[in-house]
């Protein structure tokens, strides 16, 4: 009997040789595309910059760099405990300032008796002694979009207290302090 000639529907599948190699170069792809995407994020929606002086120690020191993201600020409202790297008055002459957001819009804020006073309330996100009040030696009231920023250690550095900086308005704000890079000792085990 002759075998017809008709349509054959049945296609016999190719086996892969090396089906590890398949997967091992899928896996290379993907993470290829995913440090690219990392990149390409950092680059449109954050930046670098470096803390100076050492206001905000100890969590942050002075030349320490650190990532900015520029893109929450679009998405968010800043808020009490941030991180905030700005330029005062959006002065563009200026170097980037690194400080903690420890008052918002409707707040009053004052430092008496060597504490800062959030709403008659002593704020803990300042630890230590004020020393110097600057501006907020009498009650300041922040209006819509500002906010009182300091640094970590209040004994050191230019903030919201100094005339020449004040209260912070959120369209002078580059964004939020995201990841900051440790000091190679840490780096390396030698302090703990």
């Known amino acids: 009997m002759k075998k017809s ?14 089906p590890i190699v398949s997967e091992i170069f899928v896996c290379m792809m993907v993470a290829l595309i995913s440090a690219f995407m990392a990149v390409v994020c950092v680059y449109f929606f954050g930046m670098k910059c ?23 600020y ?18 563009e002459n200026s170097h980037y300032y690194v400080k903690r957001i420890v008052a918002g819009p409707g707040d009053v804020v004052q430092i008496r008796e ?22 907020a030696e009498n009650a300041i009231t922040l209006q819509n979009g500002q906010y009182f920023c300091m640094g970590d250690n209040p004994m050191d550095g230019e903030d919201s207290r100094q005339a020449n900086i004040g ?23 030698r302090i703990h």
């Not at 470096?50 to 929450?72: K, T």
Request: net charge negative; no cysteine; glycine share 12%.
């Open 167 to 189: 209260p912070v308005d959120k369209g002078d704000m580059i964004g939020i302090a995201w990841w900051h890079m440790a000091r190679e000792e840490e780096k390396m085990g």
């Open 74 to 91: 679009v998405l968010f409202v800043p808020k009490k405990g941030d991180v905030v790297v700005f330029l005062p008055h959006g002065n």
């Open 5 to 18: 000639r008709g349509l054959r529907f049945y296609v016999p599948e190719k086996k892969n040789r090396f």
């Open 114 to 135: 060597g504490k800062l006073w959030v709403n008659d309330v002593v704020s803990e996100l300042i630890d230590g002694e004020i020393s110097d009040p600057g501006i």
């Open 50 to 72: 470096s803390v100076v002086g050492s206001s905000m120690e100890p969590g942050l020191y002075n030349g320490q760099e650190i990532l900015v993201n520029r893109f929450a």
